[in-house]
Structures are given as C-alpha cells and as structure tokens.
C-alpha cells in the first residue's frame, strides 16, 4: 500500500505470474500437438533378453531407458507368432486375418497377391494424411512385387530390404536385386536398397540401419516435419552373425550360439541408444513417442530366452505372441510404470491415430484401441475385453480374457483347446478346462463368431510358390 492508502501492485510477482502463466499454456499446447512417433521392432526376440523383463547376460541399458522412462508391459501382445503376419497385423491396426495375411507370403515379386492387400491402409498411409512423413528403415516382408513396395504404401523413404531375412555382413550381399536370385534363401544376399536404389554398405547390418534412422530423424527435424519411423531391424533374427566388436562384450558367455546372439543384441541397443540421442539432441524428446517390441516371441534356432513363458516363435503358448514392450512419451505418460493389463501391437496404430484429426475407413475399422487413457489413468477397465488369434493352416487357435485364456496350439480338432489362468500359471502348465467347462465354452464360442469375420489364405506361402526355380 502506498501513503495514499491504494494498492501497490508488486511488480516482480506480477510478472512472474504472467511468464508463468505462459510458460503452461505453451506447455499444454505442446503436450497435445500432434507427436512424432518411433516404433523399433526386433526379430525373433525372447521375452526374457531385455533388461526390463529381468535379463541378466545380455545388459540392454539404451532399451531399458524406453520402459524406465515410459511404461513396461508385462502383458504385450502381438497378433501373431510369426514375422509377416504379425507386422501387417502392426501396420494395418487390424487382425492381420481379416484380409488374408495368414503366414508368410512367398518371395516372388511376379506376383501382385503375395503381400500386404492394397485396399488396407498402412500406418503411413494414414500418417499421410496428417501431413507427416513416413520411414521405414530395415526389414519389410509385406510382399515383394512392385506394387506392394513401401514407397506405394504410404512411406516416403525406405531403407532396408524386402524380404524377411537377411545376411548381416557386408561383403555378403553380392546380388543386385531379386532378379538375380536362383535359389531359395539367396534373397538373404541381396544388396540394401534406398528407396528404389541399390547402396552398396560395408557396416555391419544393424549398424547401417541404426546409421540411416539417425540421418533421417535429423533431416526431419531441419526440415520441422512431423514423422513416423519404423526402426524395422532384423536381429537377432538367423543367420547368427556378430562382428568382434560385439562379441568381445560377453566373454563369460560360453556357449557360441548364446554370445553370437547376445552380441547381436547389443548391435541393436547401440543403435536405440543413438536413436534416443538423437532425438534429445535435436529438441523432439517431448513430443515423440517411442515404442519397443519384437515381431513375435524368441525363436527355436537362435539361443534367445522366452523365460518362465511356454513355447517359442511359431506358438500360441505365451512364448510365442507375448513379447518385450515398451512405450515412452516424456511429459505424456507415467514414468517407470508397469502396466499389467493385457495389450496388443494393433494398439500402436489406434494410439498414434487418436493424436492426430484423421477418420479411419468405416469399412476397415482398427481392432487396436488408443492406450493413452489407460496408461494415464483416465480408464480404469482392460483395454480389451478379448484378444484373439489363429493359425489358419494348422487350424489352431486362442483367446485371451481377463486371466484366462483358452488355446489350441495345433489341429483343434485333434487337439482339444486347453484353459489356463495366466495369473498364477503363467507357464501354462495345468490345464484347468474340466474345471471351468462353462467358460471354456463361452470363450470358444466367441472365438468361432470372431472366425467368422476373417478371410482364408490369399497369397502363397513362403516356399509354396518356386518362383526361382522357373526362370
């Protein structure tokens, strides 16, 4: 008060209030325009060879840093025990069944049926029409005719290679193309492509695709453009290839199939970690998710570890569809969470999706649902009330709800679905149907409705259909 008994504003105090008032507004606009996203998948991954699932000879601390700054699924999800499926399940948001994609297509670019369907929309090209530019860096495997190529599919850059594996050393890849292939699994030795033309490398293979993810995040970030990229690497999935440079990290690590795997681990942590860098040094930590998972459970050829879960790559036991995953986004989500419920990688499309103002095609809806509410808190039910699965071919099956899940692994009809309760018996080792007849039923017959909505194989399998050995 001043000496003629009106009010003196205090000036400093009003100022700070002012700036501060600022200072959150430009806060809230930032936390909700519309965020980058990285998703980084592995193949063939065991749920146990990550340091937030418990790992203790392989130390992934670049990956750990996406859980322990984000959330740590302990209940992650894909839609499918094998690569290709599960990723068209990933990019589309949709059960990969619904448009035929039930194995792994066929290597042969002269045929225009062996991917993913054109008439489904990829993750990029719905990304597209929320004005952001898409990359996808490493392994496609959603066809390799002309026009399933990811620069048809909604992806602005690519680069990587079409197949679904591939050899990691450099002087290995003497073909130019497919053209030149002659034999099965020499697609395995094709030269790296950018875009649409060959690069001839000389890194190691998941230094090379870490190399080209750390070039593209900095261009988009000169350029201020919103993006999507999809880190796809192929490790540590076979062929078990390590330079000294990683080996020499696990000299306790006595059997070779282990340590070559675990070195080609720490390729990819590497890469994460450049990745991670990049992102911070570049201003974008805050408005970037992040998403780490593997295509589908540790494979039976390649020493990786699935832990306490049942079955392997190519199962519907646990060990095949529940995988390493993790989501960060700074300021967004909780940090150092572990959510329980169960999710899915169909989820990772809803959730980018609900960021931005695109509408999704009525006729092909997403079966994946925005987890941000529940990882936040706003929803306290499960994200899904059922998850399914099927393996056409071997006409097995399952179903996720609640605790329960009801699986056949093989011929159901040979094979009687089998009832666990994954809360006390993860390892699904006692089948509790004669116990739980009622439900048992009840799940299955959700399933078969379910069934009811998906198509049969389109394409040929991989090796059903010897393109090479007709030329």
Not at 51 to 79: H, L
Not at 163 to 182: F, I, K, M, P, R
Not at 192 to 199: D, G, P
Not at 252 to 279: F, Q
């Amino acid at each position: 008060m001043n000496r003629k008994g009106t009010i003196t504003p205090n000036i400093p105090s009003l100022i700070f209030g002012i700036c501060l008032f600022f200072v959150n507004t430009l806060q809230a606009q930032k936390r909700i325009e519309k965020p980058n996203l990285i998703v980084i998948m592995t193949d063939d991954m065991g749920w146990a060879d990550v340091g937030f699932n418990g790992c203790k000879d392989i130390p992934t601390p670049n990956i750990d840093v996406i859980a322990n700054e984000g959330v740590r699924f302990e209940e992650g999800y894909v839609s499918f025990p094998v690569c290709g499926p599960s990723r068209a399940g990933f990019l589309t948001g949709r059960y990969q069944d619904r448009f035929g994609f039930t194995t792994n297509p066929s290597i042969d670019p002269n045929n225009p049926m062996a991917g993913l369907p054109v008439e489904e929309e990829t993750m990029a090209q719905v990304l597209r029409k929320a004005n952001y530019n898409n990359a996808i860096i490493g392994k496609w495997h959603m066809g390799t005719n002309p026009v399933f190529h990811p620069l048809e599919r909604g992806f602005d850059y690519f680069y990587g290679f079409l197949s679904g594996g591939h050899n990691y050393y450099a002087e290995q890849l003497v073909y130019n193309d497919l053209s030149e292939v002659t034999s099965k699994w020499d697609w395995y030795r094709t030269k790296i492509k950018e875009n649409r033309s060959i690069v001839e490398t000389k890194d190691y293979l998941t230094d090379e695709l870490s190399n080209a993810a750390v070039r593209y995040i900095e261009k988009q970030a000169k350029d201020d453009r919103h993006f999507m990229l999809y880190l796809a690497y192929n490790a540590p999935h076979t062929p078990l290839q390590a330079t000294k440079k990683y080996l020499s990290r696990f000299p306790n690590i006595k059997d070779k199939k282990r340590k070559t795997y675990a070195a080609m681990v720490s390729a990819v942590d590497d890469g994460v970690g450049r990745v991670l860098e990049t992102i911070k040094e570049n201003g974008l930590d805050e408005n970037t998710i992040i998403v780490f998972l593997s295509d589908n459970g540790g494979a039976h050829n390649n020493a990786s570890s699935n832990g306490p879960l049942r079955g392997l790559k190519g199962d519907l036991f646990e060990g095949g569809i529940r995988v390493p995953f993790a989501i960060r986004w700074k300021g967004v989500i909780p940090k150092g969470k572990t959510y329980t419920q169960a999710v899915s990688s169909l989820d990772i499309m809803a959730t980018i999706v609900a960021q931005t103002d695109v509408v999704i095609n009525r006729e092909r809806p997403l079966d994946g649902v925005d987890l941000l509410p529940f990882l936040r808190g706003e929803n306290k039910e499960a994200p899904h009330d059922y998850l399914f699965w099927r393996k056409w071919e071997q006409n097995a099956m399952a179903v996720r709800h609640g605790n329960y899940k009801l699986v056949a692994n093989r011929n159901q009809k040979q094979t009687y679905p089998e009832l666990f309760n994954l809360s006390v018996d993860v390892a699904e080792t006692k089948n509790i149907k004669s116990l739980e007849t009622n439900l048992s039923e009840d799940l299955f017959k959700e399933w078969e409705q379910w069934n009811t909505q998906l198509k049969d194989r389109v394409f040929p399998t991989l090796g059903g259909d010897n393109w090479w050995a007709k030329k």
